[in-house]
């Protein structure tokens, strides 16, 4: 489930457009304009974007079940 309220960025994981995809990851904050989008599967490196690059179409607030 999505929360798309718009409210105040916070670290966590997030739905994101970035380009013409859309993705679910954890996005920290990195200072000066900068986020990190952070993959759960640890083969996949972390990807550094500017924060007028990335769209937050909202935070997941819950997840259930086997995907």
Not at 32 to 61: F, H, K, M, T, W
Request: hydrophobic share 45%; charged share 25%.
């Amino acid at each position: 489930m999505v929360d798309r309220a718009p409210r105040p960025f916070r670290d966590g994981v997030h739905v994101v457009r970035l380009g013409d995809t859309l993705m679910v990851k954890r996005v920290a904050s990195q200072g000066a304009g900068r986020l990190a989008l952070l993959s759960q599967n640890l083969a996949y490196p972390p990807v550094e974007v500017s924060a007028e690059d990335v769209e937050i179409i909202g935070r997941v607030v819950w997840k259930g079940g086997r995907v």
